[in-house]
C-alpha cells in the first residue's frame, strides 16, 4: 500500500517512521510520503489560508495549493517532482473504482471504526489532506472528486486542531493490518471490534502481584475453559464499558451471543 499524506506540519508525521510502521516502510510492505503543501504555494510567504467567505472568526484553507497538492500527488509527485513507486495514471474512461481514496480528516466526516480500517486496509492507495485552521475550501474536495474518492473521515465527536493526529490514527490502524506487519497475524483477529466485543482483560506474569493473581482459569492449561472464560470477560467489559455495541451486535444478529451461553 502507498499512502501519501499532505500538511503544513509535516514533522507531525515523523511516528510513521517509528516501531512496526517504520519496520514496515524498510521491509517495503507499506511506502509512506509525507509532503509539505507549502510547496505547492506560489507566493514569497507561501500563503495556505485566508479570511473566511461571508466573515467570522479563523482562516480557511486556499484551494489553489490544495488544487495544485492533489493533482501532483495523484501523479505520485511531490513539490519536487516524482516520488516513490510509479502510480498507475487515471483510466481514461474515468473508471473511478480505481482512483486512490482521499481522506479529509474532518469532525463531521464519516466515524472511523475498525470495519472502515479494514476497508480502507483492503486499498492499495491512500491519500490524507490535512486540514488546519477552520478547514479546507469546500471547492477542494469537489474538484477532488473527479480523480478521487473522497472520504471525509472523523475521528470522534470532538475537535482537533489540524487532521494530522487523524492520519496518524488512519495509518496507524490500517498499516497494521497489511500482511506481514504485525509478526502474529491471529493477534489481529482476537482484537477488541474486531468481532463487534470488547477484548477480555490481559494478564502475565508473575501470578500474584500486589496482591492481586491471575485468573486461575488463565493458568489451568485447558485451553477450552481458557477460551470460554475470554469470551465471556469481553462480553461482560462490553456490557459493563460499551453496551452501545452490545445492542448493535443483537441488532444484526439475535443469536450473536448465543456462544456465549
Ligand atoms: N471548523 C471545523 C468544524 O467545525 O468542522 C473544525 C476545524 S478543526 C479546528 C481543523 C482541522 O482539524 C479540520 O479541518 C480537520 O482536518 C481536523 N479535525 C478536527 N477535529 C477532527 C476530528 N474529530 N476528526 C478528524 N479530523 C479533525
Redesign the pocket.
Known sequence: MRVDVVSIFPAYLEPLGLSLLGRAQRLGLLEVHVHDLRGWTEDRHRTVDDTPAGGGA?MVMLPEPWGRALDAVRRGEGPEGPVGSAVPARAEDGAADDDPVLV??????RRLDQRLVRELAGEPRLVVA???????DERVLVDAAARYRVLP???????????E??ALAVVEAVGRLLPGVVGNPTSLVEESHEDGLLENPAYTRPPVWRGQAVPDVLLSGHHGEVARWRRQEGLRRTARRRPDLLNALVAADPSALDAAE
Open positions: 479563523g479529509v480528516p474532518s469532525p463531521s466526516g490535512c486540514g488546519r485552521y477552520e478547514g479546507v473521515l472523523s475521528l470522534g465527536d470532538y475537535v482537533l486542531n489540524g487532521g493526529v487523524a
